[in-house]
C-alpha cells in the first residue's frame, strides 16, 4: 500500500474515525437539518471518536495519507449532472486506477419541511444520464446506480444519536458491506458530493464500520443554508 491518494483539488477533506469517546447528544434546534451534526457526531456515540485525517495539498490535488488507488471506493450524491468529481472518479475506474465499488444516489433533502422539492427517482434518473454518456464514451468499471436515503432524521426522544431511527436503504447496505470487506489500514473511502444520510445510515445500522473508513465530503458549507 502506498502512503496516500490524489483526489481532485475541487474537493475538501472531513474525517475519518477512530475507536474512544463516549456517546454525544444532540445540540441543534434543527434536528431534521441533521445531515453534517449527525454524520459528523454519529462518530463520536459509542465507541468511536472522528479524528482528522493527515492530508496535503499539491500542484496535482488533495493527497490523503492512508489513502490510495487499491482502497475500495463508493461514490455518493444527490445530483450528478452539475458536477466533475464523478467524471473524474470514472475515468480513473476506467484505467484500473480507482477501486470504485459502487455509485449510490441520496435524496436532495432541499426544503424537507415543505415536503421536499425532489423525488429520489429525479436523482436516479440524472444518475443514469450521465453513467449511460460515460459508458457510450467508452468508460468501463462504472457501477449501476443504487438507490440511498430518501428521508431526513427525525431526532429521538432520548437525544442520544445511537437512538436515531434507521433509515435503511440499498445505497446503506452497500456501504456497511465494503466496509465490512475493508480495515483500518486499508479502509472504505466514502467520496459524498450531496447529504450524508446515506452514510450516516450506515453508520447506525453497524457502528463497526467507523474504523474501517474515511469519509470525504465536498460540500459541508451552506448546504442546506443552516449547517455549519
Known sequence: MTDGYILPQCSRLRFRETRAGRPRKWVTKHPLLWVSQLAAALFLTGPVEAVGVDYKLTEKGLFIQGVDSSCPMIYDNDWWSNTPDKNYLWAK?????????GNVVTRDMWDWQKGYLY???QGIDDAWKSIKIARRSGLKNIPDPVAGCDKAFVKPDSGKIEDTKVIRSKGSELIVAEAKKASPREPLLVFVGGPLNTVANAYLMDSSIAERMVVFMTDLRGYNGKDP
Open 93 to 101: 475506474a476506467s484505467r484500473g486506477q480507482a477501486n470504485l465499488r
Open 119 to 121: 423525488t429520489l427517482k
